[in-house]
């Protein structure tokens, strides 16, 4: 069993920072890849970053480029989502995920951390 541990959500007023982070505990092992998901209020879950430890492969998706940094230690299984210039559509609940090799919902997921963006 792997149990994804995050960090770092909070209140931030827009343009701000907030670095959330995330291990993975238990038989990790060597994983695949790991991401952030988030939810924001009244809508459904979507993919923010991800990061794939062989060749450091990284994507992220079209709504946080150039704000959102992801980056890690495969060796230790953490991941950081480095989130800049924050604005209040950013205000989710973020998910970290992680996976040996398959789907994303076929793997691991946290418990979330709420960020929240004021205007």
């Known amino acids: 069993q792997v149990h994804l541990i995050e960090s770092g959500g909070g209140l931030v007023p827009a343009g701000g920072s907030l670095r959330l982070s995330c291990v993975a505990t238990?038989?990790?092992?060597?994983?695949?890849?790991m991401g952030w998901f988030r939810q924001p209020p009244g809508k459904e879950r979507e993919f923010v970053a991800s990061?794939?430890?062989?060749?450091?492969?990284?994507y992220y998706a079209d709504s946080v480029k150039g704000r959102f940094a992801i980056f890690g230690d495969n060796a230790k299984n953490t991941v950081y989502l480095q989130m800049n210039s924050l604005k209040p559509d950013d205000t989710a609940v973020y998910y970290c995920?992680?996976?040996?090799?398959?789907?994303?919902?076929?793997?691991?997921w946290g418990q979330g951390t709420q960020v929240t963006v004021s205007s």
């Open positions: 238990g038989r990790a092992g060597t994983l695949y890849a």
């Open positions: 990061i794939r430890w062989n060749g450091r492969v990284i």
């Open positions: 995920a992680a996976t040996f090799g398959g789907s994303w919902s076929g793997g691991y």
